[in-house]
């Protein structure tokens, strides 16, 4: 469930430029149509959670491949399934969790599209108790700066000119290619401070241009911000996106303390996912509670976007049940604020015994963070 109501938030198409910086500046993420394309095929996101015993942050970027099937729905398929997929396996550790993870978003996407469709795909998974992870499949790459404050490249491109030496921009393996994937999984090495994961759109600047604009500028923020400018002045022939983070900066105090939240964010906002644990299976109600950070702060409705949850169909399934022990382990700190009730879209079957339970699963929209940056 958790996997369906991701990929419908993600698909939220971009036109223009959106940026967003979460986590007091150690996190950015942006994303540009480019100037000759109609559509916007990239999706970049962060996926913050804990356990009982660990932190994690994964940040992944995925690019619909241009010219095959469904490129937007593949990526939009592939990141989803990627994060649900990391949040299912967190606790067998970093390198199972996030190899299992691009495996099952292969396979995903290769069902829907039957080897006619895919998408790139580059992430790293932070924990705070195992070891740090990349993992990159296509032409998507991954950039680090190191303490000495050289630029370097931590990914090798799929493709034909990077990979065998040849002369074509093919790529040799995909998200969605189905039998015989070859993920590039590796620790991250420990003398990186800054780490920028970029789509193709990026790659039109030349690797002098690039790394001379994340040694100057003073923050990762101002690094997307340049890049983005940079790659539409080189003639933005792509989609262009990247997501940073600043290791220096970057620390798990800013998760949330119940294990039952889960946080996305993206370009375009972050929103809280309560009761999400993929572990455990659930029962969605139709009823669905929103809240507006901007409205909080004392704002009239119509000075706020409306929240994107109002796009997000749930359905209730009488099939999918929880056990009692899930609902006394949510904290009153991770329930919703009293709102006028609802009524709900269709009853519950009354035949369902006493054991079953239905637990709200509420999101949280916070677009006060958002920054828009629409190019003209």
């Given at each position: 469930?958790?996997q369906?109501?991701?990929?419908?938030?993600?698909?939220?198409g971009i036109l223009g430029?959106?940026?967003?910086?979460?986590?007091?500046g150690s996190?950015?993420l942006?994303?540009?149509?480019?100037l000759?394309?109609?559509e916007n095929q990239?999706?970049?996101a962060v996926m913050k959670?804990?356990t009982?015993?660990a932190?994690?942050?994964?940040?992944a970027?995925v690019?619909g491949?241009?010219g095959m099937?469904?490129?937007?729905k593949?990526?939009?398929?592939?990141i989803?399934?990627?994060?649900?997929?990391?949040?299912?396996?967190?606790?067998l550790?970093s390198?199972h969790?996030i190899m299992?993870?691009?495996q099952?978003a292969?396979?995903a996407?290769?069902?829907f599209?039957?080897?006619?469709?895919?998408?790139?795909?580059?992430?790293?998974l932070?924990c705070s108790?195992?070891?740090?992870?990349?993992?990159?499949?296509?032409?998507?790459?991954i950039?680090a700066r190191?303490?000495a404050?050289?630029?370097?490249r931590?990914t090798?491109?799929?493709s034909?000119?990077?990979?065998?030496?040849?002369?074509?921009?093919?790529l040799?393996?995909f998200i969605?290619m189905?039998e015989g994937?070859r993920?590039?999984v590796?620790?991250l090495i420990?003398?990186?401070?800054?780490v920028?994961l970029t789509?193709d759109?990026v790659?039109y600047i030349?690797?002098?241009?690039?790394?001379?604009?994340?040694k100057?500028?003073?923050?990762?923020?101002?690094?997307?911000?340049?890049?983005?400018?940079?790659?539409?002045?080189?003639?933005?022939?792509d989609?262009?996106t990247?997501c940073?983070?600043?290791?220096?900066?970057f620390?798990f105090?800013?998760?949330?303390d119940?294990?039952?939240v889960v946080?996305?964010?993206d370009p375009?906002?972050s929103m809280?996912f309560?009761?999400?644990?993929?572990?455990?299976?659930q029962?969605?109600?139709?009823?669905?509670?929103?809240?507006n950070?901007a409205?909080?702060?004392?704002?009239s409705?119509?000075?706020?976007?409306?929240p994107?949850?109002d796009e997000?169909?749930?359905s209730t399934?009488v099939?999918?049940?929880?056990?009692?022990p899930?609902?006394e382990?949510?904290?009153?700190?991770t329930?919703?604020?009293?709102?006028?009730?609802?009524?709900?879209?269709?009853?519950?079957?009354k035949?369902?015994t006493?054991?079953?339970i239905?637990?709200?699963m509420?999101?949280?929209?916070d677009?006060s963070g958002?920054?828009d940056d629409?190019?003209?």
């Amino acid at each position: 469930m958790f996997q369906k109501l991701l990929q419908k938030h993600l698909a939220r198409g971009i036109l223009g430029r959106k940026m967003q910086s979460i986590d007091k500046g150690s996190i950015a993420l942006a994303s540009d149509l480019g100037l000759k394309r109609t559509e916007n095929q990239d999706r970049t996101a962060v996926m913050k959670f804990r356990t009982s015993t660990a932190f994690y942050t994964v940040i992944a970027v995925v690019d619909g491949m241009g010219g095959m099937r469904d490129g937007e729905k593949s990526a939009e398929l592939a990141i989803s399934t990627f994060f649900s997929t990391v949040l299912d396996n967190v606790h067998l550790g970093s390198e199972h969790a996030i190899m299992k993870a691009t495996q099952t978003a292969n396979n995903a996407v290769f069902e829907f599209t039957k080897g006619k469709g895919g998408s790139t795909l580059s992430a790293i998974l932070l924990c705070s108790d195992d070891i740090n992870m990349t993992v990159n499949v296509g032409d998507s790459r991954i950039y680090a700066r190191n303490s000495a404050l050289k630029v370097i490249r931590l990914t090798v491109d799929d493709s034909l000119a990077e990979a065998v030496g040849g002369s074509g921009t093919e790529l040799l393996q995909f998200i969605g290619m189905g039998e015989g994937i070859r993920p590039h999984v590796a620790p991250l090495i420990p003398e990186v401070k800054q780490v920028y994961l970029t789509t193709d759109g990026v790659h039109y600047i030349e690797p002098q241009t690039l790394s001379d604009i994340i040694k100057h500028a003073e923050t990762i923020t101002q690094v997307i911000e340049r890049l983005i400018a940079t790659a539409r002045w080189c003639g933005g022939p792509d989609n262009a996106t990247i997501c940073a983070i600043d290791l220096e900066l970057f620390n798990f105090e800013e998760h949330a303390d119940d294990t039952a939240v889960v946080q996305i964010s993206d370009p375009l906002g972050s929103m809280l996912f309560i009761g999400c644990n993929s572990n455990v299976e659930q029962q969605i109600t139709p009823e669905k509670l929103t809240h507006n950070k901007a409205q909080d702060a004392g704002a009239s409705p119509n000075q706020s976007e409306k929240p994107v949850t109002d796009e997000i169909n749930t359905s209730t399934s009488v099939d999918e049940q929880v056990q009692k022990p899930i609902e006394e382990a949510m904290t009153e700190a991770t329930k919703p604020p009293k709102r006028k009730k609802h009524q709900p879209k269709k009853n519950v079957d009354k035949q369902s015994t006493e054991g079953e339970i239905q637990i709200m699963m509420t999101i949280f929209d916070d677009v006060s963070g958002e920054k828009d940056d629409s190019s003209k």
